[in-house]
């Protein structure tokens, strides 16, 4: 009988077979089975009480008679058939919170590369250009992030390392958190937080209320040394008042993990921009990826 079934899905490159190690490595008393072929979907589900991928679908779920847990290797579970999880008595758990450590270091490194200046050393390189140039620190500096989940929260602690005071943005402020300072969306809030802000930093879900969140005005309310860093989702920021900040200097300048539209054409401006850097949406990638999500499928299992 096999306990915990793994789907063979990819996530960021990575084989499922090694989440399949991962599982068995971590979870020894359990039988673990990686499904590759749709029959061996079928015929593993069906016994299984587990299962764990990126999707699973309707009919599968229907034909799982045992199953009792489906652990999401994606942080999101909007794409999954959640009614028909629910109505067979399915427990959902997501991999939210796989992406902190690796997202959270690749944000301070954005905003070192502002700091200290290393694009311009970069570019100075390129030119064999041995000349000094003034940079600045991060410690004692004021950081907003918006968005206070697992990989927000998670930011925040790093910078906090780093001497950096953190505004926090959530819909429900009451919740609180480890920034120094917690806050909602409401407009005031939000103004007051950004004047303030030396490094904005986008960590938030996209929805109705952050759907360009970032627009003209409030890249205006930023000082003109601020930084954006977003690894949100592209559509948070409003990305023609973007480059027309970055083209006229009303900000230091911004890193992009996510862009709107994605992936960015090779015409868009934002490509040419020296005070804008791009990353192809890869801040989630880590080799840590199925360990973490191994993790979370065994603090599942402990609490069927």
Known sequence: ?????????????????????????????YEVSLARTAAEKEQ???????????????????SAEELSLFVCTFAGTDHLP????????????SASGVHGPNVAEQVLGYILTF??????????????????????????????????????????????????TTIGVRYTPSKGGPADEVIGFDDAALDDALVRTDHLVLACPLTDLTDQLIDSEALLQLPTHATLTNIARGEVVDTDAL?????TNEIRGAALDVTDPEPLPAENALWDLPNCHITPHNAGHTPQYWNRCAAITEAAVSEL
């Open 1 to 29: 009988m096999t306990d915990i079934v793994v789907l063979d899905h990819k996530i960021h490159g990575l084989s499922a077979a090694d989440y399949a190690t991962a599982l068995q490595e971590t979870l020894p008393e």
């Open 44 to 62: 593993l589900a069906a016994e299984a009480t587990v299962v764990t991928g990126y999707q699973i679908s309707e009919e599968l779920v229907e």
């Open 82 to 93: 959640i009614d028909t999880l629910e109505s067979k008595g399915v427990t959902v758990e």
């Open 115 to 164: 700091v200290c200046r290393l694009d311009h050393g970069w570019r100075q390189e390129q030119q064999s250009a041995w000349s000094h140039y003034q940079t600045g620190e991060l410690n004692g500096s004021t950081a907003t992030v918006v968005g206070q989940g697992p990989i927000g929260r998670t930011i925040v602690d790093r910078l906090d390392a780093f001497g950096v």
């Open 243 to 247: 480059i027309e900040a970055l083209q």
